[in-house]
Structures are given as C-alpha cells and as structure tokens.
C-alpha cells in the first residue's frame, strides 16, 4: 500500500509560478511511474505529467507544455510539480498519483494505470 500527500499548493497571480510536491510512503516508490492530474470546477480531472520510475523519461499534456516540469528525487520519495508561467485556466485541484506497475517502461496517461492517488492540492491563479 502506498501513500500519497500532496503539498505546496496555493494562491498565485497569473504569470506566476508554484511548485507543488507529493511524498509517498513505502520503500518501493522509486519503483513506480509518476503521474500528476487536476480537476478544476466542473470539469472531469486530466492528465497534467507523467514522470518514470527512473526519471528518464517524462510526458506531458499540451497544456502543459513548456511552462510546466515534473521531476522526482528517489531518495526522497517526492515527486514535484515546478508550474511557471501559470494562467488562471491552471486553477484546480492537482492530484499526484502512483502506478503500481513496477518499474514499467511506461510513461502512463491514462488514469486507469494508476493505483494510488493523493487527496490533492488546490491551486488558484488569479487574473
């Protein structure tokens, strides 16, 4: 069983920028590929990023690309989302989750692919 809190969310002005970070418990997170979604308001949650077990390899919606970077530190067992150039279309609940296939070489998209889900974090970005 795995884990997941997310962090760092918050009240930002547009233009601005936010890192949201999510911690796993257990010793096998560095095993697990990486996702982060969001749900704003009314909307059905999206894939944002997706990050390796390794952290060689990423993926990333369109709408996040370019302004948006998942990372993860192994060691750590956190996974972050750096959000720059943020617009108020970014506001949402940002959840991180975990696909409990072990060491795939998949980059998953799909929300199906993952097992374990935080209890997300809000960010707001304001005009």
């Known amino acids: 069983q795995v884990q997941l809190v997310e962090s760092g969310g918050g009240l930002v002005q547009a233009g601005g920028s936010l890192r949201v970070s999510c911690v796993a418990s257990?010793?096998?997170?560095?095993?697990?590929?990486m996702g982060w979604f969001r749900q704003a308001p009314g909307k059905e949650r999206e894939f944002v990023a997706a990050i390796k077990w390794s952290g060689t390899s990423t993926y990333y919606a369109d709408s996040a690309k370019g302004r948006f970077t998942i990372s993860r530190d192994n060691a750590k067992n956190t996974v972050f989302l750096q959000m720059n150039s943020l617009k108020p279309e970014d506001t949402a609940v940002y959840y991180c989750?975990?696909?409990?296939?072990?060491?795939?070489?998949?980059?998953?998209?799909?929300?199906?692919?993952?097992?374990?889900w935080g209890q997300g974090t809000q960010v707001t970005v304001s005009s």
């Open positions: 257990g010793r096998t997170f560095s095993s697990y590929a």
């Open positions: 989750a975990a696909d409990s296939r072990r060491y795939t070489d998949d980059v998953p998209i799909r929300q199906s692919h993952y097992e374990y």
